[in-house]
């Protein structure tokens, strides 16, 4: 038997079919589907791909919306500032060009894999996400949202409708960093983002540094943030890398890797991307 399918136009129309029991929500399908291979989706489908405005990345006063519906091939092609150059560097490296055009960054972000490769840079950029639902709209910043390995805060009736990116000044750079078993289409090992802004004497003023694949949830790491507070944007902030930095993390040993491997290849990885993120 055909389950129910629904391809609203509105989110009005989705929030109210969110209202009147469980549905499972479709943007991209790239984790929906791989994940029930050879079993049905347990509730009905509601494909929200039709919904007006959901795609596409907008400027406000407040900063950046990115609409659920928006693709990692949107965000490559977007005319974005610097700030954006570790999301788009991200998105190149998710699967190959096919899952590109058409995984979500929303998606990526409910999915709440430990090994989402946009859920760092999203934290180190400050995100938050949006969800509504009849009963209105919040805004949850990204580490409150994602609870833990495939747990979120979303309720049932809550559709996420975008995700906000802070404003920064125009000096604001960004770096990411990815080791997978191989170079392309890959499950990360670790993965790295960082994210400075600077004042007008060039120190740097903000600054995100987050780590994914290596704890249940992506981290960041504050004790490393708060030393790069006050260096000189353009010189080389490796050194600034304790590595009692890392604690946050919780490496596990798995096929990909041991913890120790992880730990290694982490401490790397962060020097790398502020080498990345001080010469761009
Ligand atoms: C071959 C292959 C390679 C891949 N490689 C990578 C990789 O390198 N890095 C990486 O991070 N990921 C990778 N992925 C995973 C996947 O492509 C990404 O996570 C993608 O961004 C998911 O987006 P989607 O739109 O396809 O999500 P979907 O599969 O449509 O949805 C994912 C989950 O989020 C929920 N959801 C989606 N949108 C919303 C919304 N707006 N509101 C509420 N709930 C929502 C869905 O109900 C579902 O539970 C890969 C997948 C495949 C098949």
Not at 255 to 268: I, M, N
């Amino acid at each position: 038997m055909l389950h129910r399918f629904e391809r609203p136009q509105t989110i009005a129309e989705a929030a109210r079919l969110l209202a009147s029991g469980p549905w499972a929500v479709l943007a991209g399908g790239t984790d929906l589907y791989p994940a029930h291979v050879g079993r049905k989706v347990a509730a009905p489908l509601l494909d929200i791909t039709a919904i007006a405005g959901l795609r596409g990345i907008r400027r406000d006063d407040g900063g950046w919306a990115i609409g659920a519906t928006t693709t990692w091939t949107d965000v490559v092609r977007a005319d974005l500032p610097p700030l954006f150059a570790a999301l788009k560097a991200a998105a190149r490296e998710v699967g190959g060009v096919q899952i590109q055009n058409t995984g979500t960054v929303a998606g990526n972000v409910c999915n709440a894999s430990p090994a989402a490769d946009g859920t760092p840079v999203l934290l180190a950029l400050g995100a938050s996400v949006v969800l509504r639902s009849e009963r209105g709209e919040r805004e949850l910043p990204l580490d409150e949202f994602v609870l833990g390995s495939r747990r979120t805060a979303r309720a049932a009736d809550e559709l996420v409708v975008a995700v906000r990116i802070p404003a920064r000044s125009a000096r604001a750079r960004s770096a990411f960093a990815k080791l997978g078993g191989r170079r392309y289409l890959t499950i990360s090992i670790s993965t790295v983002a960082v994210v400075v802004d600077s004042d007008g004497a060039g120190a740097i003023a903000e600054a995100g540094v987050a780590v994914g694949s290596c704890s249940a949830v992506a981290r960041r790491l504050p004790a490393l943030e708060a030393r790069l507070l006050g260096a000189a944007a353009g010189t080389d902030l490796a050194r600034l890398l304790d590595p009692a930095d890392l604690a946050p993390l919780a490496p596990i040993d798995d096929l990909r890797g041991s913890a120790a491997y992880r730990g290694d290849a982490t401490a790397t990885l962060v020097r790398r991307a502020l080498r990345d993120v001080a010469t761009r």
